[in-house]
């Protein structure tokens, strides 16, 4: 039996995580929550947006399924996500980004891996203004840290089978920062030598992205090129509705979507669950529990092959519940 620490965020959090928690059992996986809450009705009560005992759920359990959780605005709250990360050194994001059966998107036969370092970089927060009219954000990349998400990637890459890994940077302008990350990820690269390596400027590489995604497999890259390649990779395969994701570290695993709350259609029914339900897939996996994640992501497939049960973001007129009732039944028909 696994215990999970579920989160169900806001906005349209609680629906999909409840349609996510549904789809998991209905595979008859042995599971039990631990449902606990985070954002900004938690701060009246705890006096911040992701109370102590959400981290120690984590901590105790290894293991979460979250819902997207906004970060209250103006009110002096680091970001629920980051702090989340940074407490539980969730050092590395993976987001699959794999073409979709039947999902209209531009490109066919897209599979990267977009394994982003989650710990530093520009999101170390540490920034001020100088004086009135100036500000300054300091870019932090260390070895430690660059190697470590460099052999991640290439674990990953191994353990999946996957051909090549690709080094994004920006060394030509950022020599001694972004030249640091690239002098660890090669000294990484010299332990495969099954695995071929190359490097791509990050502007060259979102052009190459567009043209041919097809020819690439495992992107690794710094905290902030990693946030904004990981939007675009999911762009090319269907979009955020279908795009999920992983929060890696040593200790601990926090599995969610790419997307965030999307308010303007909270509480109405209408939001995919697909990219929650499909991070609850890969959370099967790091559990263990492959057998369980290949019956979702069948029924999955059989449902965005028959293209009755679709989302309005797909192109379909389907509810948030009738695409979770469609997958629901067909893991039953399957078990
Ligand atoms: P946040 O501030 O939490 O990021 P957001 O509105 O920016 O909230 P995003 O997830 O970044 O939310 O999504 C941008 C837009 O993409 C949403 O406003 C919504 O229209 C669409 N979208 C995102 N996720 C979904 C989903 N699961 N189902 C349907 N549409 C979605
Ligand atoms: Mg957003």
Not at 240 to 258: K, S, T
Request: proline share 5%.
């Amino acid at each position: 039996m696994h215990k999970v620490t579920l989160i169900p965020g806001d906005g349209i959090g609680p629906e999909i995580t409840e349609a996510a928690r549904q789809v998991i059992e209905a595979t008859g996986v042995n599971i039990q929550w631990e449902i606990v809450e985070a954002g900004a009705e938690m701060i009246p009560r705890y006096g911040k947006p992701l109370p102590d005992h959400v981290l120690d759920s984590i901590r105790r359990n290894k293991v979460a399924l979250k819902g997207p959780v906004t970060t209250p605005v103006g009110q002096g709250f680091r970001s629920v996500n980051v702090t989340l990360r940074q407490e539980l050194d969730l050092y590395a994001n993976l987001r699959p980004a794999r073409t979709i059966p039947n999902i209209p998107s531009r490109y066919q036969g897209v599979d990267l891996l977009v394994v982003r370092e989650n710990t530093e970089d520009l999101y170390a927060g540490v920034e001020h203004r100088v004086g009135k009219d100036a500000a300054e954000s300091i870019k932090i990349i260390t070895r430690e840290a660059s190697e470590r998400i460099a052999r991640f990637a290439f674990e990953t890459a191994r353990r999946q089978g996957r051909k090549k890994v690709t080094a994004v940077h920006k060394a030509n302008i950022m020599k001694l920062t972004d030249g640091l990350f690239l002098e660890s990820v090669r000294s990484v690269a010299e332990h495969y030598p099954q695995i071929a390596y190359e490097e791509v400027i990050v502007d060259a590489m979102c052009m190459k992205l567009v043209q041919e995604p097809e020819n690439y497999d495992v992107l690794v890259l710094p905290n902030l090129y990693g946030d904004i390649v990981s939007d675009l990779c999911a762009g090319l395969v269907g979009g955020l509705g279908v795009a999920p994701g992983a929060n890696i570290g040593l200790e601990c695993a926090v599995f969610e979507a790419v997307h965030g709350s999307a308010p303007q259609i909270a509480g109405q029914n209408l939001a995919n669950p697909l990219a929650i339900i499909l991070s609850g897939v890969m959370m099967l996996r790091h559990l263990g529990e492959n057998k369980y994640a290949a019956m979702i992501e069948d029924a999955v497939n059989g449902v965005l092959e028959e293209g009755k049960e679709l989302t309005a973001d797909l192109g379909g007129t389907a509810t948030t519940r009738s695409m979770t009732e469609e997958i629901i039944k067909r893991i039953y028909e399957n078990r």
